[in-house]
């Protein structure tokens, strides 16, 4: 009788890249001279004009004026308390003469496809994770840890002009966790034996997975650390959360995730949404209402057709000036990635809202999709399209 030989299992070799400031590093390309100073990337537009901004007439925080919001900001200005998502105008009373400029999603898109391909270069299994992050497995790729990760910066930094910061652990929650601790142009390997010391000090929320909401109610239970979250009995956690949700807590204080890097992605949706400078009226701004949903709509078909799906459930979101916000949808009997009829099936979506208040948000989503190479080719124009033709030359805002 033959015994099987005891196997190890695989100990794997997780990285985290998080691009430094990334947006606004973009930006510093173009604009060089302004490395070192406090910038602060937001808004819909410029206040001054290109060729103003070239002969160094930049618009300053204290001149804007509206609701829009911090993108992102340089490590200067987050110095002086600026963050992302905060108001423009309250992160002009903390650095009034920071430098405003507006955000540029195009070239976003365009150095972040250029640092994605330059780490499968060197390691081709990636889970995308948005626009300036990814996880990489390792653990199959040759190669001392910190040397390895060294070739992955250097690569990105040959192929975009920018820096990135890397952690590397035994798994992607801790690996998360890594890539933050020394940024900028971080370079972090954490093991389970570092835990105790640098993680635990820090604060619940810097788990990924722990939002404001579950925060909260972990610091009303007295749990402000990672250390604190460790030292409370799972059976504690489990009580106030729940089975499923209290383990992973209790799991995620120590360390422990199993999760797989996930190099392959099904989106359930695309949507896109756009929040106005001013809540703009139903009737006396029908106009650019109407222009703002057709954007919505172009925008969405080449998300659809770039990444190749069609999709047959048409939503849309109305967030009125008061903040109550509605949804509406409509299901084709086609999927469809054409824009007019994403646009036909979102007004008839809108003609089932009381519109009566000023707007200041609207948003469209297009769900329930297919991938083209699944689809047989069939015209692309449902029964739900056809239903909505006569609508075609009524205002958008009835």
Not at 194 to 218: E, F, M, Q, Y
């Amino acid at each position: 009788m033959t015994t099987a030989p005891h196997t190890q299992p695989i100990r794997r070799r997780i990285a985290h890249l998080d691009m430094d400031a990334f947006y606004a590093s973009v930006e510093l390309l173009r604009y060089p001279h302004l490395r070192g100073l406090p910038v602060v990337i937001g808004g819909r537009q410029a206040l001054k004009s290109l060729a103003e901004t070239q002969d160094g007439n930049y618009s300053q925080l204290r001149e804007y004026t509206g609701r829009g919001v911090v993108t992102t900001a340089t490590y200067e200005a987050r110095a002086l308390g600026i963050r992302s998502a905060m108001a423009l105008m309250k992160a002009a009373t903390l650095a009034p003469d920071a430098i405003l400029l507006p955000a540029d999603f195009e070239q976003y898109r365009h150095y972040s496809r250029l640092f994605k391909d330059a780490v499968a270069a060197v390691a081709p299994q990636i889970e995308d994770r948005g626009i300036d992050e990814i996880y990489i497995d390792l653990t199959e790729v040759p190669g001392e840890t910190a040397t390895l990760a060294q070739q992955i910066k250097d690569s990105v930094r040959r192929a975009t002009g920018l820096s990135c910061s890397i952690g590397i652990a035994p798994n992607k929650l801790l690996a998360k966790v890594a890539s933050e601790l020394d940024k900028p142009e971080g370079l972090t390997l954490l093991s389970f034996a570092d835990v105790p010391l640098r993680v635990w000090p820090l604060a619940v929320s810097t788990l990924n997975g722990i939002g404001p909401k579950t925060n909260a109610r972990l610091n009303a239970m007295e749990i402000q650390t990672i250390g604190d979250l460790a030292a409370t009995a799972p059976g504690i956690l489990i009580g106030a959360f729940g089975e499923r949700h209290g383990r992973w807590l209790s799991d995620a204080a120590h360390g422990r995730d199993s999760s797989p890097v996930v190099t392959v992605r099904e989106p359930r949706s695309f949507s896109r949404e756009t929040t106005f400078e001013r809540d703009l009226h139903p009737i006396e701004d029908r106009s650019a209402l109407s222009r703002i949903l057709l954007d919505l709509c172009q925008r969405l078909h080449n998300d659809l057709t770039g990444k190749g799906y069609r999709g047959k459930t048409i939503g849309i979101k109305i967030r009125f000036e008061d903040f109550h916000t509605l949804t509406r949808e409509r299901t084709l009997g086609t999927a469809t990635a054409d824009t007019e009829a994403i646009r036909q099936a979102a007004r008839t979506c809108l003609r089932r809202v009381v519109l009566d208040r000023r707007i200041r948000l609207l948003g469209i989503r297009v769900g329930s999709l297919l991938a083209e190479a699944a689809i047989r080719e069939t015209p692309d124009i449902s029964p739900a399209s056809e239903a909505v033709d006569h609508c075609q030359d009524l205002p958008l805002f009835d």
